[in-house]
């Protein structure tokens, strides 16, 4: 009886004493994007659109925001999303119709229409992204 405790004390110890599991290996750091330090005007390759770097904020805040609500279909975060993308209007020459399509967009997130929504960020996108990109597109996202 002594023997088979003893067994087992032994085991539990052991199982104590197993190596802890290797530590994740910690990634180093991470090198520059290249894209981001080159000149946003001087290749097609600066907009790809591949990677969000801190210079794209108004890209980052869509991967962020819409398209998750987006894919969601959540209408209530939509129109809010829309609604505060009606504040990041460019003040700059060129943007005439930034608000009114955001506005038609969280009018269609309002009465739920999924289609119309998605017209909205087309039509923005067809207008005005290219433009952006080359023009503002390390601006600040507006507080
Ligand atoms: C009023 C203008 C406007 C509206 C409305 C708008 N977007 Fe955008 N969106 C932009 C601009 C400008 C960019 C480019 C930002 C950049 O690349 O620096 C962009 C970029 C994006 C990107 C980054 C990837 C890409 O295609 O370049 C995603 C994703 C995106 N938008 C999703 C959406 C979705 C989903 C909606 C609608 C629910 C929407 N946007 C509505 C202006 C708009």
């Given at each position: 009886m002594h023997r088979l405790l003893l067994v087992i004390a032994l085991m539990l110890a052991c199982s104590k004493d197993e190596p802890a599991p290797a530590p994740a290996p910690v990634p180093g750091p991470v090198a520059a994007d290249p894209i981001s330090t080159t000149d946003a005007n001087s290749t097609v390759v600066a907009d790809s659109g591949?990677?969000?770097?801190?210079?794209?904020?108004?890209?980052?805040?869509?991967?962020?925001n819409m398209t998750p609500a987006m894919n969601a279909k959540d209408f209530d975060l939509l129109g809010a999303n829309l609604d505060t993308i009606m504040t990041f209007a460019p003040k700059e020459p060129g943007y005439g119709n930034w608000v009114s399509?955001?506005?038609?967009?969280?009018?269609?997130?309002?009465?739920?229409?999924l289609g119309a929504v998605r017209a909205a960020c087309r039509g923005c996108h067809e207008q005005y992204k290219s433009k952006y990109k080359t023009e503002?597109?390390?601006?600040?996202?507006?507080?």
């Open positions: 591949a990677d969000a770097g801190p210079a794209r904020p108004l890209q980052a805040w869509m991967k962020t399509i955001a506005k038609d967009g969280k009018n269609a997130a309002k009465s739920a229409d503002l597109r390390a601006r600040p996202i507006p507080p």
